[in-house]
Structure formats: structure tokens, C-alpha cells
């Protein structure tokens, strides 16, 4: 069974920080590069962080030192780490494999919401 299920979304001030996680299944999560991506109210989907199968990461430049994407085999997760969140950060995020284009691959699960707000 194809599963993507993010969590970990919240409403938190500008300089807050949030972990996500994004359970995925075995199928999914073992063979893929992994990414989070968000969308943002009237915006595309973009993606902001990527890790590879032996943990290699890379970031948009807007969320780089501040995001860190990591992933935990044992447990078939993928993990982002936000910190010094910005009001620009509002969006909701989702987890996806990566296609050879670098959109999601598999149907996407139903997200989770950041809001960043004073």
C-alpha cells in the first residue's frame, strides 16, 4: 500500500521553530530519494529539501540553514526540522518520493499545516 502521513504542523511566531514528520511506506521510503515540499494559499507546490537514499541533503535557498531534512530507516520516516520560521514559511507541507523531474511521485498524502504568525 502506497502511504504517505505528515504531521507535526502548528501555528508558531516568527523565530519559532517545528519538527515534521512524514511516515511513508516501506515501498516508498526504501527506495527513493525523499523531499518535503509545501504550498503556499494561490502558489505552486514547491519543493524546499531533499535527502537521498544515503542521506545526502540539498535545500532551496530560501529555507537553507535554517531547514534540516533527515531520514530514520528503522522507522520509515522522514523528518524536517525548521527553525528561525519566517511569516513567508506559512504554507502546507507535504513529503513525497522524488521523480526524475523532482515533483512528487506517488499521490499525495493530505499535508500538514505551518502557519507562522505574531
Known amino acids: 500500500q502506497v502511504q504517505l502521513v505528515e504531521s507535526g504542523g502548528g501555528l508558531v511566531q516568527p523565530g519559532g521553530s517545528l519538527r515534521l514528520s512524514c511516515v511513508a511506506s516501506?515501498?516508498?521510503?526504501?527506495?527513493?530519494?525523499m523531499g518535503w515540499y509545501r504550498q503556499a494559499p494561490g502558489k505552486q507546490r514547491e519543493l524546499v529539501a531533499r535527502?537521498?537514499?544515503?542521506?545526502?541533503?540539498d535545500y532551496d535557498d530560501s529555507v537553507k540553514g535554517r531547514f534540516t531534512i533527515s531520514r530514520d530507516s528503522a522507522k520509515n520516516t522522514v523528518y524536517l526540522q525548521m527553525n528561525s520560521l519566517k511569516f513567508e514559511d506559512t504554507a502546507v507541507y507535504y513529503c513525497?518520493?522524488?521523480?526524475?523531474?523532482?515533483?512528487?511521485?506517488?499521490?499525495w498524502g493530505q499535508g500538514t499545516q505551518v502557519t507562522v504568525s505574531s
Open positions: 513525497n518520493a522524488l521523480s526524475p523531474s523532482g515533483k512528487g511521485f506517488y499521490p
Open positions: 516501506r515501498s516508498i521510503f526504501s527506495n527513493n530519494v
Open positions: 535527502i537521498s537514499l544515503r542521506g545526502s541533503t
